[in-house]
């Protein structure tokens, strides 16, 4: 709870910072701010306390999120600075920026529907404003406008889902409709359980799961690049956090109702924009499908057991890690252009080496090649799959991830095989510094995957 | 703790290389292969040849996993270090005439191969086991990637799927394994032994498909040879060396320790499926070789015939057998280590690789001649090389297993003498044409690399038993273990 405190000051004192001369200090600032906001998380683990009538809960679960919520924003202003850079936009930009991170913690954190509601709708206010922020471009502003449009859409389901849900257990909270369920195992009245679909279905726009994913890979080639990182990393992290906060907390006492639904979800999740983004030639496009997928094997994993939520966890945070070394890479390979096509990649080895190898690693990690962080993410919910019988599912992925591994290596083979008549790239030395660190996690996570794991076992 | 320095020492060294300047990677590069090697003559001098697996480590690392960082030298993995250790120095300063761009990258990638390389063949944890296998996978992936030849980026790219699906499988029959170990589980090599011969013969025959076809790939053995012509032609030549002097020893280690001793119920069924597969194999890659009109396509797919013998004999469940294939799989080492570099001299002097093209070199090249001679002897198993030790203990146990297959594979022998004397014939005698006329002899660092192979065939050739000992007993533990199950279905 300190943590979000903190970031929701940050977020005040980015809009106060037009006056006087502080924008020079803001980013210093948040980043300072951000990094306050982790430690206060880390200092309260193990204690679980209740705020607000119970309105916000800060578990271990939620402090996790909360975490990786922070680093991820952290390591993203990182790449993200040209971003910031310049006079009239520094401070709306970071305050939205932070609001959107305060939106994103409450969706971890929440245990009553409407502050579920409230963490998505600040989420998103700041998300739909971020796309367009590239005033000049066509395409950001479609996008904005596209990803207003099909995200208003989807809380309208979920707003109607949460109304019949109070209808039939006369409670927001999360924990009281979890003991109205286990109170009528007779079962409740029928607009419950489509209640509980509609926000099946409204959550599944949030984190775009097959076929509520069409917004996606628009919104993501549309946005610039450095909010596209945002959007597929921290954003995909609080709209998974939420999903199987009430998924594995609340509405597991009724899983017969969406648990087929789901798998039929997670399968089309796991086949169409693996195949989809075999066929892209626009990388932002291409990414945007793999992030799709990648939400297919975090829903196996649930699919397979809702409530061992570690391996989600473990997944997000090697997925995390690995976009936004590929975003990083992206943003300083697209320069000035608009549309960032496989051809961009040509020769880049030559060029500049470090770009090369790390989004080469990164991509190795996104495909799941071993010992780096996506193996193990993938192997563990390969492995959680087998283990309560899902195999078949299990070979369903697997040639899913190899189809991965075929447009990975698009780009892949692009760097080091193709030639350019393109001029070289030069790195300043934090840039470099940003992606020693992106590699480094990379494999960290992959060589010490129990450092994460263990946190999900006490 | 000398396994320890053993696998890691490579990897440390390759990220040295990147510390120092660009110029110097070659030879520190060297130096840290030679160290490797020092490391490894160590270990055999204090290798006890009847004791077992030898110099444990076994390290927690993911327990959440069941996996634990466990390794061990016994005879059959000490040979096939010895020979990683050997013939990776030799392939260091194979490439020391040549200037291959970013030699740091290449240098590094190279080492770290090695590591992974000596990984698999000391791992006692499944998991482990099949991280080091494909973490070998992506350096000589690069390295064909990035100096290899024209079209590289398709075909190197259909060898990487092709070998990483072949993985996956494996990795399912593994996880599968895993989840049958009694307890908290576990992929220890033991308990997945255990795990193995107690599941049903169904279960078994699945498991033996998943794991089979992984190696296979490897190797590879007919049906799943089709990514390697090409990517053997097309990869510099210090990749071809790797993949084919040692990395296709992954491929048959792995039928030795991770399937024969896993599911025997299962090698029982399918085994004479497998011996005859690679008996086809066999027959069928000679048959090609005979035809071809490149010299590095020829020993290619050479070496899938020279690779289904051994294949055969291991199946076959007999010591001599296993042990023919042991000897086998390092006189094949160093051989087609020395193929492909006598291919790249000629190559590099005469600027072409086809047979019709070359001719003559024998009057202007006496001593190479003389060289490649002895290696050609040495891959058409003439006595006292060591070629003729291992397929002459191969294609016994062949015989003793079924007479018709043996008759069979001796044919290759026939087969093998025929394109490679054909070779030699097109290559080194005949006339000397404008290519070859001023063709210069080996060089001093050519000599250097050369003459210890030649050396070792003749060595291993007139006195294999020294290395036959050092396997003896691990490959004697290891069909004693089985035996129970494979003499029921006999």
Request: charged share 10%; proline share 3%.
């Amino acid at each position: 709870m300190n943590a979000l405190f903190v970031i929701t000051g940050l977020g005040i004192v980015s809009l106060l910072a037009e006056f006087g001369n502080l924008k020079r200090w803001l980013t210093a600032f948040v980043l300072v701010g951000l990094t306050a906001a982790v430690i206060l998380a880390a200092l309260d683990w193990n204690t679980t306390q209740r705020y607000f009538s119970d309105m916000l809960v800060f578990d271990n679960q939620a402090l996790a999120f909360t975490a990786l919520i922070s680093i991820s924003t952290i390591l993203w202003f990182w790449l993200s600075v040209d971003y910031f850079a310049t006079q009239t936009h520094r401070t709306d930009r970071t305050s939205l920026v932070i609001f959107a991170v305060v939106g994103s913690v409450i969706m971890a954190s929440f245990n009553n529907m409407a502050m579920l509601f409230l963490g998505i709708e600040i989420l998103s206010m700041s998300l739909y404003v971020l796309a367009g922020s590239r005033k000049d471009s066509l395409s950001s502003t479609e996008a904005a406008f596209k990803y207003f449009l099909m995200g208003s859409f989807a809380t309208g389901f979920l707003l109607f889902g949460i109304a019949l849900i109070y209808g039939a257990t006369g409670s927001f909270h999360i924990h009281t409709i979890a003991q109205t369920i286990a109170a009528n195992p007779a079962g409740l009245p029928t607009f419950f359980y489509a209640g509980v679909l509609l926000m099946l279905i409204g959550l599944a726009f949030k984190i775009s799961a097959v076929p509520f994913h069409f917004w996606a890979p628009d919104v993501y080639s549309g946005s610039p690049t450095t909010v596209t990182a945002f959007m597929s990393t921290v954003v995909k992290v609080a709209a998974i956090g939420a999903f199987i906060r009430i998924f594995s907390s609340c509405f597991v006492a009724v899983e017969s109702t969406w648990s087929l639904v789901l798998q039929v979800i997670m399968i089309l999740t796991l086949v169409i924009p693996n195949i989809t983004a075999v066929y892209q030639n626009n990388v932002k496009r291409m990414l945007a499908y793999s992030s799709v997928g990648h939400v297919g094997y975090i829903l196996l994993a649930f699919v397979s057991s809702p409530t061992e939520t570690g391996t989600i966890f473990y997944y997000l945070t090697t997925y995390s890690v690995s976009s936004l070394a590929a975003f990083s890479v992206l943003h300083l390979v697209e320069g000035n252009s608009e549309e960032i096509t496989v051809d961009y990649f040509n020769g880049l080895f030559k060029k500049n080496s470090w770009l090369a190898v790390t989004i080469t690693i990164a991509l190795l990690s996104l495909a799941g090649i071993p010992p780096l962080a996506g193996f193990f993410g993938k192997y563990m919910v390969f492995a959680q799959a087998i283990n309560h019988g899902y195999t078949s599912l299990v070979i369903v992925a697997v040639i899913t991830s190899l189809i991965g591994v075929y447009y990975y290596f698009r780009i892949i083979i692009a760097m080091y095989f193709n030639e350019s008549s393109a001029p070289s790239i030069t790195l300043t030395a934090s840039q470099k510094m940003l992606l020693f660190v992106l590699i480094a996690l990379t494999f960290a996570l992959g060589l010490f995957p129990d450092v994460i794991m263990t946190l999900f076992r006490a | 703790m000398l396994t320890l320095l053993l696998i890691f020492f490579p990897l440390v060294a390759a990220l040295l290389l990147f510390v120092f300047k660009p110029q110097s990677a070659k030879s520190i590069a060297l130096t840290a292969a030679l160290l490797e090697l020092v490391i490894s003559l160590v270990v055999v001098v204090e290798f006890n040849k009847t004791g077992g697996p030898q110099f444990e480590v076994n390290i927690p690392w993911i327990t959440s996993l069941g996996l634990n960082f466990s390794a061990a030298i016994d005879g059959i993995s000490l040979l096939l270090v010895l020979l990683t250790t050997v013939l990776v120095p030799l392939i260091i300063l194979s490439s020391f005439s040549k200037t291959y761009d970013k030699p740091s990258t290449f240098y590094g990638l190279i080492l770290t191969m090695q590591m992974a390389l000596i990984g698999v063949f000391v791992a006692r944890d499944g998991l482990l086991f099949y991280l080091f296998w494909e973490v070998a996978l992506i350096p000589i992936y690069f390295i064909c990637l990035i100096w290899g030849g024209e079209d590289r980026g398709r075909i190197t790219f259909k060898f990487f799927v092709y070998t990483l699906a072949g993985s996956l499988f494996m990795l399912v029959g593994l996880v599968y394994l895993y989840f049958q170990t009694p307890g908290t589980h576990t992929f220890d090599i033991q308990a997945l032994y255990d795990a193995g011969r107690s599941l049903s013969s169904t279960e078994q025959s699945l498991i033996f498909w998943a794991l089979f076809v992984a190696f296979a790939i490897k190797m590879p053995v007919f049906p799943f040879h089709t990514w390697q012509p090409d990517t053997y032609t097309v990869s510099p030549v210090q990749g071809t060396m790797l993949l084919s002097g040692i990395m296709l020893k992954m491929g048959i280690y792995g039928v030795i320790r991770w399937l024969i001793p896993v599911v025997p119920g299962g090698v029982a069924e399918w085994g004479l499926t497998a011996v005859i597969i690679s008996v086809i194999g066999i027959i069928y890659a000679s048959c090609i070789a005979i035809v071809q009109k490149d010299f590095k396509r020829l020993i290619a797919y050479s070496s899938i015939a020279h690779v289904g013998l051994i294949s055969a004999g291991i199946f076959t469940l007999d010591a001599v057998g296993v042990q023919g294939a042991m000897i086998q799989m390092l006189s094949h080492g160093i051989i087609v280590f020395a193929l492909f570099y006598i291919i790249e001299i000629i190559f590099d002097r005469t600027k072409t690789r086809a047979l019709s093209e070359l001719g003559g070199i024998r009057n202007a090249a006496p001593i190479l001649t003389t060289v490649f001679v002895i290696t050609m002897l040495g891959s058409v198993a003439l006595p006292f090389t060591s070629g003729f030790v291992g397929e002459f203990l191969l294609i016994n146990s062949l015989f003793q297993y079924k007479p018709a297959l043996g008759a069979i594979a001796g044919v290759t022998i026939i087969l093998g003498a025929v394109y490679m004397l054909r070779t030699f014939q097109k290559s080194m005698s005949g006339e000397a044409n404008s290519r070859t006329a001023s063709f210069i002899d080996l060089t001093g660092q050519e000599k250097l690399v050369l003459y210890p192979v030649v050396l070792l065939i003749i060595i291993i050739g007139i006195y294999p038993a020294p290395l036959l000992e050092i396997s003896e007993s691990a490959v004697n533990t290891l069909l004693q273990s089985i035996s129970a199950v494979t003499a029921s279905a006999n």
